[in-house]
């Protein structure tokens, strides 16, 4: 009797989520339209908080290197000599990430309800605690190199965004609604790039994010 083949393991979810619930109802003409002001008061709180200021490329993220904003070189130096990832760093870490997408998501015209600063609304972002002691400790030296070709297809993808998002604020004004196919790519993009920023600066895991916009 023949015994039956080994199937290979099916593909690890990546640890971090994002899901942007679609506005299934008429978006707020006269706030879509005059975003661009709308933003600036919880603009100025994300560009402190994330000790640096907001810029769409790279979906509206800032990062610090050492103190302020998200924490990279201090969380690198302690699993390089310590493996260790301190709790209090990696909450610190999540609750400004999901802030920052809350924020972006407002900026990308993705929702219209103005961003909070501590709930989570219509903007689901998850990333899992990491046990330090199961990361390589020598990856995240060259993470950031690894990254490089994911950089350079992102780029290209934020620019597609870019244009999706000046096209849905036409769209919005005179109908209501976000196209589904361009709400889809935006928060496509998103996704992806907060998988690669995952991977080579928050330093959660070491599964190499995957070269797809779905979840």
Known sequence: MQEPVAQYPPTTPFPLTLRVDYPDRPLNRLSTGLRFLWIIPIGVIAALLGSGT????????????????????PVLLMILFRQKYPRWWFDWNLNLTRFLVRVAAYAELLRDEYPSTDEEQAVHLDFAYPDARELNRWLPIVKWLLAIPHWIVLYFLWIGAIVCIIIAWFAIVFTGRYPRSLFDYVVGVNRWTLRVDAYALLLITDQYPPFSLSE
Do not use: N, R, T, V
Not at 56 to 71: H, Q, R, T, V
């Open 54 to 73: 907001l810029s769409m490329e790279g979906a509206s993220y800032s990062w610090s290197w050492a103190a302020g904003g998200i924490l990279f070189l």
